[in-house]
């Protein structure tokens, strides 16, 4: 999941930072609302988290601007400011969720795996996709039938990324370059290769059928291969 975080509070926006990252993201972060707005519009993120008290461009214009620009992409803000009338001013300008400070890192990565399987179109609160269950807290996946119980097959960083990217938009065919895209932040060092390798280690984890190819087009997840045993 590629993530866009605005924050002018230099210490929040470092420590949101690191525990995103910990938890499985790739985050770009800005602390001002031009340099935000212009990410958003030019970077393919997954979701944004932004604040509203900015020094350079408040965060509701910086909004407005996308969603005038047609960018659908969930944003939930984040705002010392709790007075209500701010909230249905925020969510007018077409935010997707709110939360005020201070909070707790676990109930903002709920609330962004929450809106993530909204826009991907996932109703139910599990992740799973046919005996396939990924478990976000632990970045591991299970068989939900396998004979050794919830015995978790744990997944490195990368690879916790780009099997969650693909169950998100299961059936869809991604290129090499699109999945790099949205499991790399915009820093990383990134080899052409790499999504490939990453692609094989899971496939020698998880069975072959669990992800497949498509030649000359990329790579899908076809939740009815993860009906049946693999
Ligand atoms: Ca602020």
Redesign the pocket.
């Known amino acids: 999941m590629r993530l866009l975080l605005i924050?002018?509070?230099v210490n929040l926006c470092q420590q949101l930072t690191a525990d995103l990252r910990q938890r499985g993201y790739a985050v770009d972060a800005t602390m001002q609302g031009v340099d935000g707005a212009f990410m958003g519009e030019t970077e393919p993120y997954d979701i944004i988290i932004l604040?509203?008290?900015?020094?350079d461009l408040p965060?509701l214009q910086v909004l407005q601007q996308w969603r005038n620009k047609g960018i659908k992409t969930p944003v939930l803000i984040l705002?010392?400011r709790s007075a209500w009338h701010e909230k249905v001013e925020g969510f007018r300008t077409g935010a997707d969720d709110y939360l005020s400070k201070p909070f707790h890192i676990e109930e903002l990565c709920v609330r962004l795996q929450a809106l993530i399987r909204r826009s991907s179109g996932l109703a139910n609160g599990a992740f799973e996709i046919g005996r396939l269950r990924l478990d976000e807290a632990t970045q591991s996946v299970f068989w939900t039938d396998s004979e050794s119980g919830l015995d978790g097959i744990e997944l490195t960083g990368i690879e916790f990324r780009l099997l969650r990217y693909l169950m998100l938009h299961p059936k869809r065919i991604f290129t090499a370059t699109h999945l790099v895209e949205h499991v790399y932040d915009y820093n990383d060092e990134k080899e052409s290769n790499v999504i490939e390798v990453y692609i094989s280690r899971l496939r020698k984890k998880l069975g072959k059928a669990v992800i497949c190819t498509r030649r000359n087009q990329g790579y899908y997840l076809d939740p009815d291969a993860l009906q049946s045993q693999v």
């Open positions: 924050e002018d509070d604040d509203l008290g900015l020094p965060g705002t010392a």
